[in-house]
T-cell receptor, first 113, second 112 residues
Framework: NAGVTQTPKFQVLKTGQSMTLQCAQD?????MSWYRQDPGMGLRLIHY???????DQGEVPNGYNVSRSTTEDFPLRLLSAAPSQTSVYFC????????????FGSGTRLTVV | AQSVTQLGSHVSVSEGALVLLRCNYS??????LFWYVQYPNQGLQLLLK??????LVKGINGFEAEFKKSETSFHLTKPSAHMSDAAEYFC??????????FGQGTELSVKP
């Protein structure tokens, strides 16, 4: 199993550009989430999904869109990048969060200039 | 609202000393609690978890944590720190849906 795969690992965007951060898992996990990590703020939940076709907002959803058309994939879209979205983004998946927690990808470091 | 508070953004201990990282949660329902570790430039790795049953849970690398409902706490301990324990540690709390909420993190430094 490859686990949770995030691409790209690094990205530089200009203000106003759009892009999609990719996340794929090969463990047949129903639960998936996106987090952003900023110094001193821990990990903050952006969006999450409890299964294909079902998504919901987390703590900091503004400026981000998600969809879950398949169990395996959970892309995160930035519609119009802003410098405040400079961060490290982590995707995670789980068979059952209460009993297993999340398995994390290695992250995408995004800089918006 | 659900929240997690980690007391101390930075903890420094000497090699061989006790490690104590503090975590408190707020919840109106019994929680599921987790500790994760993040080494530099890596993702997060699960250290241990409390779901139900025994309130003292053991994890990897010699770490353990005790769930205390009366104190709404889930502090992480290790009897003797190693240099390799230097990392950032996150406490997390789950109580519904797929939402796992994290604390702010505590960076652990280990001095030789």
């Amino acid at each position: 199993n490859a686990g949770v795969t995030q691409t790209p690992k690094f990205q530089v965007l200009k203000t106003g550009q759009s892009m999609t951060l990719q996340c794929a898992q090969d463990m047949n996990h129903e639960y998936m989430s996106w987090y952003r990590q900023d110094p001193g703020m821990g990990l903050r939940l952006i969006h999450y999904s409890v299964g294909a076709g079902i998504t919901d907002q987390g703590e900091v959803p503004n400026g981000y869109n998600v969809s879950r058309s398949t169990t395996e994939d959970f892309p995160l879209r930035l519609l119009s990048a802003a410098p405040s979205q400079t961060s490290v983004y982590f995707c995670a998946s789980s068979y059952g969060v209460s009993n297993y927690g999340y398995t994390f990808g290695s992250g995408t470091r995004l800089t918006v200039v | 609202a659900q929240s997690v508070t980690q007391l101390g953004s930075h903890v420094s201990v000497s090699e061989g000393a006790l490690v104590l990282l503090r975590c408190n949660y707020s919840s109106s329902v019994p929680p599921y609690l987790f500790w994760y570790v993040q080494y530099p430039n890596q993702g997060l790795q699960l250290l241990l978890k409390y779901t139900t049953g025994a309130t003292l849970v053991k994890g990897i690398n010699g770490f353990e944590a005790e769930f205390k409902k009366s104190e709404t706490s889930f502090h992480l301990t290790k009897p003797s720190a190693h240099m390799s324990d230097a990392a950032e540690y996150f406490c997390a709390h789950y109580n519904q849906g797929g939402k796992l909420i994290f604390g702010q993190g505590t960076e652990l430094s280990v001095k030789p």
